[in-house]
């Protein structure tokens, strides 16, 4: 029932919605209705677009979302769930903890954790090579020069090509068309994409050589990739409402809803798994190859390596939830009329947790996407032939 819910509270929103902007003070129509009359004399008189244009613009955006953070997280002290009017800008996922994290990584993104990860992902694999590999030389390992080219030639690529081709999609639909991005964004963009991932690598490498003497396998190494995966997860999943947003940013900015199911119908996921045609077999074989011929080698190697990335996992997911349920209900408002049990069950939506429209979905979302996320990159461990430890011979006495 809960589609019929939004498109009915959708009505009431819309016609709330101007005076509430007024009463806040934002200037969001400075964004959303650019005078693009204006932009284009702008540049044909200048010959380029102002940086003061696109300073005074970033600016209104960061006061936007500033204030609108903190309307929404005052609106969820008061209970008031159905009425707010700010409910269509974000598809009714009116809930500050998922928006506050959208806002806050939208120009950043979830590639540089995602960057991160491939480089500690490539150390790790081959650890056993890197083990025992000076620093003088950690520059011409050739896991390191495929994670260069790697990020370089494949990854930092695909990102400006989501970025350019969907703007809106790649930035969480803080963005718009591409008039609304300045040149040095894509530059910081590809920068930062290949520089995680180099040090992503690098910390990982470090942190391998530190404990080179002991016998046994390092496993901590597993915590640098996995803690980054664990935030990526973090943001996909609890920003879903806009992850999983089958249209382009007009339909969001006007504040149109569709069922998550649309997604698979989507274009935009048309051109992720074309993308995932080429990445994920040249992040696969590579790992597969390093941990078969380099660093799962003795026996019990492979099973320690999987118990190690599974409780780090483990530890993400708590933390996760601990800071997020702290979040919440630090923000509850306690109703001191009703007993305990009744405002426990109020916390909770009186239990609709799965609805779309409850303060714990995105809660929810992220542990889907940990668990799928961590399925899939954990792939190559899982297929690895186990090692089997040496028989014992017994010589017989007669």
Known sequence: MWPQQILESDRRQHAQKQRVLEQIGVARSRVQTIDRGAWVRMRKQSGM??????????????????????????????????????????????????????????????????????????????????????????????????????????????????????????????????????????????FTNVLLGIIGYYVTYRSIRRHREETMLYMGMNKYWIHAYTCFCAILGMGYNRFLYPSGYQDWRAGKVFDLTDFAFSRMLVTLLAMGVVLLPAAYIPAYIWLKNETLLAAGDKSRMFFSCLSYIIQGMITVSALFATYNISNFKNDSSQSLSKNAWRLFDNGNILDRNSQWSPLLGFWVAEVLVMLLVSLPIYVIPSVKAPAHKTVKTQ
């Open 49 to 190: 677009v102002s940086h003061k244009h696109y300073g005074r613009q970033f600016g209104v955006v960061i006061a936007e979302a500033v204030i609108t953070m903190r309307t929404l997280g005052d609106y969820l002290t008061r209970g008031n769930k159905q009425q707010h009017p700010l409910a269509t800008e974000s598809v009714v996922e009116n809930r500050p903890a998922a928006i506050k994290i959208s806002i806050l990584f939208s120009f950043k993104e979830v590639d540089v954790f995602w960057s991160f990860s491939f480089g500690a992902v490539f150390a790790a694999c081959s650890a056993g090579t890197l083990k025992n590999t000076p620093e003088s030389q950690f520059w011409a390992t050739p896991s390191f020069v495929y994670t260069l080219l790697f990020l370089s030639l494949i990854f930092a690529p695909s990102g400006l090509y989501l970025l350019w081709d969907n703007p809106g999609w790649e930035s969480m639909y803080l963005l718009g068309d591409k008039n609304e991005i300045h040149a040095l964004l894509p530059t910081v963009f590809a």
